[in-house]
């Protein structure tokens, strides 16, 4: 399974972005979709989640500014991110907890990861 994340850029705070991630390969199933970001010298958190019935779960930094949803006929998950301030400066990833086929056509789950989107918010 690859995940293609894009989306990412600089913007003044205040402003606005879109992420979105496309997952393709022999996908099976997509249970769970998320959003993780990681700011140099940091860990990896966790920003937002979406499972495939479309309930959803944000860190408390986020609530309220960032949206997560996803089109499950495109495989894709998206984050729209207004009210962007400095502190969201960070590399974005996605992550799906998938189901799939592997070449040998027995089925594996995975915790698959995106390569990281850079956001950087500008004050």
């Known amino acids: 399974v690859q995940l293609q994340a894009s989306g990412g850029g600089l913007v003044q705070a205040g402003g606005s972005l879109t992420l979105s991630c496309a997952a393709s390969g022999r996908i099976i199933r997509i249970d769970d979709m998320g959003w993780y970001r990681q700011a140099p010298g940091n860990q990896r958190d966790l920003v937002a989640t979406i499972t495939s019935g479309g309930s959803t779960r944000y860190a408390d930094s986020v609530k309220g500014r960032f949206t997560i949803s996803r089109d499950n006929a495109e495989n894709t998950v998206y984050l729209q991110m207004s009210s962007l301030k400095p502190e969201d400066t960070a590399a974005y990833y996605c992550?799906?907890?998938?189901?799939?086929?592997?070449?040998?056509?027995?089925?594996?789950?995975?915790?698959?990861w995106g390569r990281g989107t850079q956001v950087t918010v500008s004050s």
């Open positions: 992550n799906t907890d998938t189901l799939s086929y592997t070449a040998g056509g027995s089925m594996v789950a995975a915790k698959d």
